[in-house]
T-cell receptor, first 112, second 115 residues
């Protein structure tokens, strides 16, 4: 039962361009969404979050958009930098639970 | 910056043996978690721990698994009798709040290989 899906296992983007990573979910009870970045041999690192009362949250080069009706969120990175190359996981939870459900991840490669 | 520390970084064990994975969460965090990632698959929730007891656990976290906070700083995951399919990266995480928009701080993980 994959409640959180990242359908693109990999993405390549030229340095300076925009990276768009997508995530779909099925559980309408989810009300918090997070993006994590993971480098090889390291644990996931929290990047940015959004709650279901918002449709956009911005932090520097990173913006997360939430479309509740489509049960879809996306992470925009602009401009993309080679250091952004990593695996990006989206994760979702709903109030009343301690756990996050993770997607399978998208490997982003930013080409110099 | 405060970090979550996990030891060992790599553990190889024989099938049927017991293993203990160790974690030192961030000192002022109150919520502790174990997740795992089987190679090439998604990060899966195992268990959350708060106020010295399990607050939530997944179907994966069966009787072979247990967690403990033996003192004020360590948080351990024990697998009593390891199986081949327990081979995975195990991530410990901690947070000051119970999830929500704040996320967790993850450790670097322990790679468990069961042979």
């Amino acid at each position: 039962d994959q409640q959180v899906k990242q359908n693109s296992p990999s993405l390549s983007v030229q340095e300076g361009r925009i990276s768009i990573l997508n995530c779909d979910y099925t559980n309408s009870m989810f009300d918090y969404f997070l993006w994590y970045k993971k480098y090889p041999a390291e644990g996931p690192t929290f990047l940015i979050s959004i709650s279901s009362i918002k449709d956009k949250n911005e932090d520097g080069r990173f913006t997360v958009f939430l479309n509740k009706s489509a049960k879809h969120l996306s992470l925009h990175i602009v401009p993309s930098q080679p250091g952004d190359s990593a695996v990006y996981f989206c994760a979702a939870s709903h109030s009343g639970t301690y756990k996050y459900i993770f997607g399978t991840g998208t490997r982003l490669k930013v080409l110099a | 910056e405060p970090e979550v520390t996990q030891t060992p970084s790599h553990q190889v064990t024989q099938m049927g043996q017991e293993v203990i994975l160790r974690c030192v969460p961030i000192s002022n965090h109150l919520y502790f978690y174990w997740y795992r990632q089987i190679l090439g698959q998604k990060v899966e929730f195992l268990v959350s721990f708060y106020n010295n007891e399990i607050s939530e656990k997944s179907e994966i976290f069966d009787d072979q698994f247990s967690v403990e906070r033996p003192d004020g700083s360590n948080f351990t995951l024990k697998i009593r009798s390891t199986k081949l399919e327990d081979s995975a990266m195990y991530f410990c995480a901690s947070s000051a709040f119970d999830g929500g928009p704040y996320g967790y701080t993850f450790g670097s993980g322990t790679r468990l290989t069961v042979v």
